[in-house]
C-alpha cells in the first residue's frame, strides 16, 4: 500500500513537472515571438528613417558644384522617385546617364567591356556615395557590389581604389564643361 501511495504521488508530482516545464515552454516562443515583431516594427520605422537620411546624403553628394545645378536638380528628383516609388534600376540608369551624357558617353567609347550596370555604379562613385548607399538603392549584396567593382577595375585597366577618384573625375568634367 504505501509503495501505490507513493507511485501515485510520483505520478502526480511527474504531470505537475511536466506541465510546468511545456507551460515554461509556451511562454518562452510567445515571448520570442513578440519580441521577433517588436524587432520588425523597428526595422520598419528605421528604414524608412534611413531611407530619408540616405536620401538627404544623396542630395548634398549629388551637387558637385553650383554650375550643374539643373543637373542636380533632375538627379534629386530621380534619386526620391527611386527610392520612395521604388522605379527600376533601368529608370535610374537612364536618368543618370542622360545628366551626364557627355562622360558616360566618352567612358563606353574608351571602354566598350563595360555593361549598363558597371556604368551605373561608377556614375554612383562619381557623384560620391559609398558602398553602402550603392547597395541600398541597387538592392545589391555587398559582395555583388564588391564582384561588380573588381570587375569594373579590370575592364578598365585600373586598381579597384582607384574607380572612384575615376568617376568623380568624369563627372566634374562635366561640370567643368
Not at 542630395?59 to 528628383?77: L, V
Not at 558617353?105 to 548607399?133: F, H, Q, R
Request: with cysteine; net charge negative; hydrophobic share 40%.
Amino acid at each position: 500500500m504505501d509503495f501505490m501511495y507513493y507511485l501515485v504521488i510520483f505520478i502526480c508530482f511527474a504531470l505537475l513537472l511536466s506541465t510546468l516545464y511545456f507551460g515554461y515552454q509556451i511562454a518562452k516562443i510567445y515571448r520570442k515571438f513578440e519580441t521577433q515583431e517588436l524587432q520588425r516594427n523597428i526595422a520598419e520605422q528605421e528604414t524608412e528613417e534611413w531611407r530619408e537620411k540616405l536620401l538627404e546624403k544623396v542630395k548634398e553628394k549629388i551637387a558637385i558644384t553650383e554650375q550643374a545645378r539643373n543637373r542636380i536638380t533632375r538627379g534629386e528628383d530621380l534619386v526620391a522617385k527611386f527610392i520612395y516609388h521604388q522605379q527600376g534600376i533601368e529608370e535610374l540608369s537612364e536618368e543618370l546617364f542622360s545628366i551626364y551624357h557627355k562622360p558616360i558617353s566618352a567612358v563606353k567609347k574608351k571602354y566598350p567591356d563595360l555593361t549598363e550596370l558597371d556604368l551605373l555604379v561608377l556614375c554612383l562613385l562619381g557623384i560620391g556615395m559609398d558602398n553602402v548607399e550603392i547597395c541600398a538603392l541597387l538592392r545589391m549584396e555587398k559582395r555583388t557590389l564588391y564582384r561588380r567593382r573588381q570587375l569594373i577595375a579590370q575592364r578598365t585597366e585600373m586598381s579597384s581604389t582607384m574607380l572612384e577618384d575615376f568617376s568623380k573625375g568624369i563627372l566634374q568634367e562635366t561640370v567643368s564643361d
